[in-house]
């Protein structure tokens, strides 16, 4: 693994453009586009605030960068450096900002959720959307880029409607069984939308692209219900994380669970290869010390190496008792994600906060178990084969495959706490973002068999 020099970074905003060719990342109010390749600067482009949000279009010509505070989106080309935009929704103010699958429509959603205003790049038409529903996954488009679906809210009833996203036309329109919609997700076919409520009320509801409510599913009554969702790259698995510790995998044919995935804090079964971090002080020879220390020996003399052991079950995992009488407690399944070739799940169970389950889905049994020393931050897979990268806001990242998994130092200076990483689109190398900085990793495909 190699990596890079560190540079600056503001919000955690750094972003692989979709061709791969280009990388962004903000300071305050400057856009800086680096040549992915060797880093160096291509295009700096210099804001009227300091920037909340960015996105490239899905062409990689433009990249949009929303000052929520002041209600604008500034819109830069890399094609033409001189050529901007700038859209200010005034006193409507601005919430949300995302760009259209074709790369020339801007969707600006305004505050208290009032109405989305669709901008065009290339006519420099306006067109509104009224009642979108305040929520934070309310807008879904079909990978293909066809189809766009809005979660809405009006007489105190949720509804979806279905646009074509060529000409904004309504294509279908319908209520939904929600007592209070919660969030919307395509299918990656784009054949079947997932509807599912309030965290009140585990439901979940599939409609088919002309608004067909193919099936519904409810696990249990009574209890906080759904806190996460994801499908399968193929479309024939949507696993559902809810409050109760649990992953229900419900299957493309008939809807219904065909396992379920639980998440204890003990780990009994022999079967089950379980990770655990462990950490040695670095040793550092006090004969070859000067004094005073140079800066990069200084910060050796107090870090700390980590490697995986495999633990011998029955293994107990830390956990967290959740305070259940708050909003969102600290409990069930709050992040998963398939593996890009369909083969892996990995889970996080919130109360267990240093742990990461990775399930075979061929099998549809446990594979393997990561317990962190610290609690895990983000963990993304690799786009391109299963290997999973992960970060604990420590300096070190950390990469698991089925051929085992590795604990890496970023050797800097000044320790990088990584509190979020990104992957390339090729899957050889990711950035790794801290809360002042970033540099990226290199990786060497042989690694991984």
């Known amino acids: 693994m ?88 005034g006193s409507a103010g601005l919430v949300a900002s995302c760009w259209s699958p074709d790369g020339r429509h801007i969707l600006n959603t305004t505050e208290f959720y009032l109405r989305i205003t669709v901008w065009s790049l290339c006519t420099k038409s306006v ?44 294509l279908r329109h319908f209520d939904t069984e929600t007592q209070d919609l919660s969030g919307i997700e395509w299918a990656p076919n784009g054949c079947v939308l997932a509807v599912w409520d309030t965290c009140l009320e585990y439901k979940i509801l599939l409609y088919s692209l002309d608004g067909r409510l193919l099936s519904t599913y409810s696990a249990y009554e009574w209890s906080l219900g759904i806190k996460s969702v994801a499908w399968s790259p193929s479309s024939q698995f949507l696993a559902i994380g809810s409050y109760d510790e649990k992953v229900r995998i419900l299957n493309h044919v008939t809807w219904k669970k065909i396992t379920e995935f639980e998440h204890p804090v003990t780990i009994a079964n022999p079967k089950i290869i379980v990770y655990k971090e462990t950490e040695k002080s670095a040793r550092v020879e006090t004969e070859s010390l000067a004094f005073p220390p140079a800066r990069a020996q200084a910060s050796s003399l107090f870090s700390t190496k980590s490697k995986y052991d495999i633990s011998q079950v029955p293994v107990t995992l830390q956990s967290v008792k959740p305070v259940t009488d708050r909003a969102n407690p600290r409990i069930g399944i709050g992040m998963l994600a398939f593996s890009p070739d369909n083969c892996f799940l990995a889970t996080k169970n919130d109360n267990i906060p240093n742990a990461i389950w990775i399930w075979d889905v061929q099998k549809l049994k ?68 801290s809360k002042d900085n970033f540099c990226m990793c290199y990786l060497e495909r042989e690694e991984v068999k």
């Open 2 to 89: 190699n990596f890079s020099e560190v540079f600056k970074l503001s919000s955690l905003l750094c972003k692989f453009s979709p061709d791969g060719k280009y990388l962004a990342s903000c300071v305050q109010y400057r856009l800086i586009i680096r040549d992915v390749n060797n880093l160096q600067i291509l295009q700096l482009y210099t804001c009227l605030d300091q920037i909340q949000y960015t996105e490239w279009s899905s062409d990689s010509l433009f990249i949009l960068c929303a000052m929520y505070k002041r209600g604008i989106v500034q819109v830069w080309s890399l094609e033409q450096p001189d050529w901007h935009c700038k859209i200010d929704e």
């Open 366 to 433: 446990l594979f393997v178990v990561l317990e962190q020393l610290y609690a895990i931050q983000l963990f993304q897979w690799d786009p391109r084969q299963p290997r999973l990268a992960i970060c604990t806001g420590n300096s070190k990242v950390y990469l698991w495959s089925p051929a085992g998994c590795v604990s890496v130092q970023v050797p800097m200076e000044d320790d990088l706490q990584v509190l979020s990483l990104c992957w390339h689109s090729s899957g050889d190398s990711m950035a790794l973002l």
């Open 127 to 170: 067109s509104y959307i009224k009642y979108p529903k305040a929520c934070q996954h309310g807008i879904a488009f079909t990978k293909d880029g066809r189809y766009m679906a809005l979660a809405e809210r009006r007489d105190c009833k949720d509804y979806i409607s279905l646009f074509v996203c060529s000409d904004w036309q309504l």
